[in-house]
């Protein structure tokens, strides 16, 4: 079955230190990539996508992520985290039987307390 | 642009009553979304539409539920009767499909609707 998975609900990290938000996947074929970032009472919006190429794609706001096809992961990072940087982010990956249909992680909060 | 807009951003209504939510993707894409987001089952596509199309309504919860597209730059969904299960935040999203593979979604701001 296709899935993707955030393993972790919250991530509490502190300003400046480093952060990394956790996404494994499963889809047939090739894995399109997504991490999606929601602020409080807003949409969500596209941080960076990962479609061929380098494993290591850089995004919005000093966000970037690394594709690891042996592990099925696409973790998100950033090297020093930021207040501002506290919401809800989502991974997504294609659907293999559709061009299309993305399948969504439940979410993961960020949480950086100054 | 002024980015996908939706509206109403708020809507309290109640039971039995007919719920219309609008959206205005952005000029150029032509694939759109509705989506609906609750604590309980997160985020869950309910119609896609391409080329004002719909494409796939599997995930419209039952026939209460209508959405339409009559011009490349608006959409509507429809709840008629509303019910309290349906109170969530209901997004409406927008992308350019074409040659690339997966070209990214654009969000709206969401519509937050209670059904009380």
């Known amino acids: 079955a296709q899935s993707v998975a955030q393993p972790e609900d919250q991530v509490n990290v502190a300003e400046g230190n480093p952060l990394t938000v956790k996404c494994t996947y499963s889809?047939?074929?090739?894995?399109?990539l997504f991490w999606y970032v929601q602020y409080p009472n807003r949409g969500l919006q596209f941080l960076l996508k990962?479609?061929?190429?380098d494993n290591l794609v850089k995004g919005s706001y000093g966000f970037e992520a690394e594709f690891n096809k042996s592990q099925t992961s696409f973790h998100l990072k950033k090297p020093s985290a930021l207040v501002s940087d506290s919401a809800l982010y989502f991974c997504?990956?294609?659907?293999?039987?559709?061009?299309?249909?993305?399948?969504w992680g439940a979410g993961t909060k960020l949480i950086i307390k100054p | 642009d002024a980015g996908v807009i939706q509206s109403p951003r708020h809507e309290v209504t109640e039971m039995g009553q007919e719920v219309t939510l609008r959206c205005k993707p952005i000029?150029?894409?032509?694939?759109l979304f509705w989506y609906r987001q609750t604590m309980m089952r997160g985020l869950e596509l309910l119609i896609y539409?391409?080329?004002?199309?719909?494409?796939?309504d599997s995930g419209m919860p039952e026939d209460r539920f209508s959405a339409k597209m009559p011009n490349a730059s608006f959409s509507t969904l429809k709840i008629q009767p509303s019910e309290p299960r349906d109170s969530a935040v209901y997004f409406c999203?927008?992308?350019?499909?074409?040659?690339?593979?997966?070209?990214?979604?654009?969000f709206g701001p969401g519509t937050r609707l209670t059904v009380l």
């Open positions: 000029s150029g894409h032509n694939s």
């Open positions: 539409f391409n080329n004002n199309v719909p494409i796939d």
């Open positions: 997504a990956v294609r659907d293999g039987g559709s061009n299309y249909q993305l399948i």
């Open positions: 990962y479609i061929t190429g």
């Open positions: 999203a927008s992308s350019l499909q074409g040659t690339i593979p997966y070209n990214e979604q654009f």
């Open positions: 889809v047939s074929g090739n894995p399109y």
